[in-house]
């Protein structure tokens, strides 16, 4: 997950790419039964891949035209796919699946072919979270993660429903996420009711025709299509943040159809849905300031200050400035709905280059305050023209459109209100983000209920003790109640997205021996912080 904005955790970074988290907002509502599986579930035993027999069939059975993937000289995704021997194809599934006759959309994925037919374990897909990231891309460095193992599969990368060469939903949105701080004051939240009404509103008249069918359990569905078009009688699954999320929904739907599952920086279903970040301030606070002792140390480099102390008064410095008066950066207006959401999206990723990008941009926030002309850094720059541009407005419709169809929201903005008087007290800085409305207080109800995840899944969960996305907290609350799997937790590290990205052998080792062996190992596992 990249380090945006996102409610869910975020999309996983790709390493040696810029990160980007999208606001992952989520509510603390009970996940109910769903009652029978509806249309596009599995029975119990895997399924063989042999003659039709469903309303499904001819989208099981369908034949996937493998092309290639660059779509133009511009297209680094495509590039780096091609150079890796990747092919690309789309998969057609329903739009609706209670009306599997009717209209019909594209799933873009990608693979590489594993090399090792002699020892071949089968295709393992790819979610690197969001909800609404791209993961089409994934596959080269995944499999440079996988070192040897990687030859006995086949990595396939997965756009889900209306996300990136997918068919997409744009709600036409001034901006590339819903999360915004929600100021000062009862004016500032007014004003975010206000934000967040709107984009409920722009999603209705631009994408109404595809909002009920944007759910979770729909990519799961498609999920099962994937499979069953790639003729794979079960699948392995390696998802981050969101995506360990949407592997639990498909396991618990599908049941005998999952091989080898890895969920690295681990959702918890009982606390899913628009309001997911409320419960994460602690863990936020404490990525920055780690951050901060390190901008300290370097402060030759930053000039933010030689304490820590100092350089957390340079954050409520421009924090404050901007609730003043907007901060003039470049060629954007940066209020007060807007800084501490720049600074929760520099807090995903620890690691000497993310930390400087962040270090960087807070300088530029700092000089502004003091009425000086900023041109604001690379990393700041595209933070601000995510946050107040309609630049990547269909990743932030799609996210949004997905966690609003999932789980219903509280729809009183009083109930909002309420939570961030008691909350802001506290936190002023990351609480008016956790605790704001969004426009999921303004959607239609869900037309699903939620899925009750299955507690009896052999998975091996990943998680760095200082995620501020996925906190670690919830991640033991899932391991405790799967008795069947096994936590492998990375000590000392602010990080979300751990397994290929952080540079720990013992994880990357821990993980890989799973994948080839198809063995949970006998106990948890912890890994040290490696050495910097």
Known sequence: MTGSTSPGGGRRPRPGRSRRFTARAAAAVAVSLAGALTLGAAPATPAAAGPATGPLDRFHHQHLHWKSCLLGPDDTIGKDLEQAGARCADVTVPLDYTRPGGRTIKVAISRIRGTDTAHRVGALLLNSGGPGGQTLGDPPWVRSAMKDVAARYDVVGVD??????????DCGWPTGSMIRGAGTGRAGFDRSVAFSADLARRCRTHAGDLLPYATTRNTARDMDVVRAALGERRISYLGYSYGSYLGQVYTTMFPGRADRVVLDGVANPAVYGSRLLRGSEQANRHALRDWADWTAAHHATYGLGRTGSAVLAAVRAAQSAAARSPLRVGAYRVDEHTVPVVVFNGLSQDNPAAYGDFAQGVRDLRRAAEGRAVTPSPWLASVLEFLLTGHESGYGSAQTAILCGDVPAPRDPETYWRDLRRAGNRDPLFAPVTNNITPCAFWDAPRERPTTIRDDLPALLVNATGDPR??????????????????VTLRGADQHGVYGAFGSSCVDATVNAYLATGRLPAEDADCPRPAA
């Open 470 to 487: 996925t906190t670690y907290r919830n991640a033991l609350a899932v391991h405790r109640a799967w008795p069947g799997s096994r936590l």
């Open 160 to 169: 889900p429903r209306f996300v990136g060469r997918s068919t997409g939903l």
